[in-house]
Each structure stands twice: as C-alpha cells, then as structure tokens.
C-alpha cells in the first residue's frame, strides 16, 4: 500500500538552482495538493489540481510551478531557489472533495543554501 | 493558545491523563473542521473531524468539541498514551474543498511515562 510517494526526502540546493519534487499516488485520486510546512507553523497551500491537466494557486504560489499530466503524478518545480523556500514540502492526494479525510506523503526537507 | 513567533504551543501530560488541545479558526464560512496528528518524520495523518452543523463528535480516545460562537475547536484525548506525542493540526475545510485546507499553527503534545 504505497499510498503517496515523495521524492527526494531530503534535498540541498544552492540559491539560484532549480530541482523538481516529485510526487506519485496509486489511489487513483483526482485531487492532489503541495504545501509547505515551516518552523512553529501549519502548513500552507502552495498550489493543488483538481484532475489531469487542471492547476491552480494556492496560498502561496510565487516560485513554484506545477503541472498534472497524468492522474498519478503531480511535481512540484522550483525554477530558481532560494533561501526563503528552505521548508518541508508535503504532497496530498483525496478522491472526493466533500469528504474530509486527504492522505499525506512523508515530506521532502529542502534546504537551500 | 496562540503560538508566538516561531515557537508551538506546547502540552505536556502524564500517560493516563486526559488531554485538551485548542484551536482558534478564522473562517465561519468552513463546513468541516479536522484535526490531524503528525508525528516527527512524517506527514499529517487524519484524526477525526466535525461538520460545522455539530457541537461534538467522538470517536476512538477522542472527542471533538465545536464552538462556532467563539470560533473555537478542541481534540480531547482520553487515556493520553506515550505514542499520542505529535504535533496535532487543526485544519478547515471551506466550500467542499478538502484538497484547499487552511492549518492551524499545531501544539505540541508530549506524554510522559
């Protein structure tokens, strides 16, 4: 029961390079979702999709990019990092927006540097 | 309580002893409030929630306390077990959108033996 995978767990970039956070899910859910996690904070909606190839911003969206070509996968792209986006990044995934139960991935901890 | 700057509240319990963890939510809008727990390492994991049209609802070791006047949510935990140490989450669900939550900042919970 894989449920939802991310990779890598743990990451160091230098500021100004770019890397991609992968997330995968075998629960065939149509909603997937990235948040950011911070010292001494909740999480928060960086962006989310609500099925293949529909995206939209969360909270806060500057700096990432994400796409949703398949059901399975929704990556996560940092296109120039930077120290402010030193967090750890969840990934979640739900079949039914109604209900209120969404599974979490273990968490990717990127420092950047 | 509210937590200040970077720090979480933090609760610390004797093993057998009831917990009450609180929470202040922002939206009156929300139609579900959830608590997640998360443990160190990992994602959040789905406690238990409440519809906004109840007052209470419990579950395995835990009740859920709603109080839409003051905007106030609270997860007791009975018998609090060593394994219950995590930060727990409360988290809303606005509109039918469990893949759009908004995270409290969490409390510590810690059980002594």
């Known amino acids: 029961n894989a449920g939802v995978t991310q990779t890598p767990k743990f990451q160091v970039l230098k500021t100004g390079q770019s890397m991609t956070l992968q997330c995968a899910q075998d629960m065939n859910h149509e909603y997937m979702s990235w948040y950011r996690q911070d010292p001494g904070m909740g999480l928060r909606l960086i962006h989310y999709s609500v099925g293949a190839g529909i995206t939209d911003q969360g909270e806060v969206p500057n700096g990432y990019n994400v796409s949703r070509s398949t059901t399975e996968d929704f990556p996560l792209r940092l296109l120039s990092a930077a120290p402010s986006q030193t967090s750890v990044y969840f990934c979640a995934s739900t079949t039914d927006p109604l209900r209120t139960e969404a599974f979490f991935g273990q968490g990717t901890r990127l420092t950047v540097v | 309580g509210e937590s200040v700057g970077l720090h979480l509240p933090t609760l610390s319990v004797q093993e057998g002893d009831n917990s009450i963890i609180n929470c202040a939510y922002s939206?009156?809008?929300?139609?579900?409030f959830i608590w997640y727990k998360q443990e160190s390492g990992k994602g959040p994991q789905f406690i238990i929630d409440?519809?906004?049209?109840?007052d209470k609802r419990q579950g395995q070791r835990v009740t859920v306390l709603l109080n839409k006047t003051v905007k106030h949510l609270s997860l007791q935990i009975a018998a609090t077990q060593p394994g219950d140490s995590a930060v727990y989450f409360c988290?809303?669900?606005?509109?039918?959108?469990?893949?759009?939550?908004?995270f409290g900042k969490g409390t510590l919970l810690t059980v002594n033996p």
């Open positions: 988290a809303e669900n606005s509109g039918g959108s469990n893949y759009k939550l908004t």
């Open positions: 409440i519809r906004s049209n109840m």
């Open positions: 939206n009156s809008a929300s139609d579900y």
